[in-house]
């Protein structure tokens, strides 16, 4: 049973750091692209970082390039997110996705994923 679990959200000041974990399990990262979206209240889906699990090629949205890093361990089966310099208007649900054989681009730009997690809240705010 694939499942994705997410953890590391929370309450920061802006300029603020958050690391995301986002532990899978029920398949191997090696054949599937791995993202990071995110949805603030009355907005749509953003794609906000990819990576691919094979090769760890990237991917970031432009609004958060500089500022945020994904990374994996294929070992962990554990994809992360990494984000510095944060802004409120950073203030979302976070989500992380799988979907097998596609490209980083498809995946974040598209926003579709057949494996979803269930989100965590990050909210940047003094």
């Known amino acids: 049973q694939v499942r994705l679990v997410e953890s590391g959200g929370g309450l920061v000041q802006p300029g603020g750091s958050l690391r995301l974990s986002c532990a899978t399990s029920?398949?191997?990262?090696?054949?599937?692209?791995i993202g990071w979206f995110r949805q603030a209240p009355g907005k749509e889906r953003e794609g906000v970082s990819c990576?691919?699990?094979?090769?760890?090629?990237?991917y970031y949205a432009d609004s958060v390039k500089g500022r945020f890093s994904i990374s994996r361990d294929n070992s962990k089966n554990t994809v992360y997110l990494q984000m510095d310099s944060l802004k409120p208007e950073d203030t979302a649900v976070y989500y992380c996705?799988?979907?097998?054989?596609?490209?980083?681009?498809?995946?974040?730009?598209?926003?579709?994923?057949?494996?979803w997690g269930q989100g965590t809240q990050v909210t940047v705010s003094s």
């Open positions: 996705a799988a979907q097998f054989l596609t490209t980083i681009q498809t995946m974040c730009i598209t926003t579709r994923a057949g494996y």
């Open positions: 990576i691919s699990g094979s090769d760890g090629s990237t």
């Open positions: 029920g398949f191997t990262l090696d054949y599937y692209v």
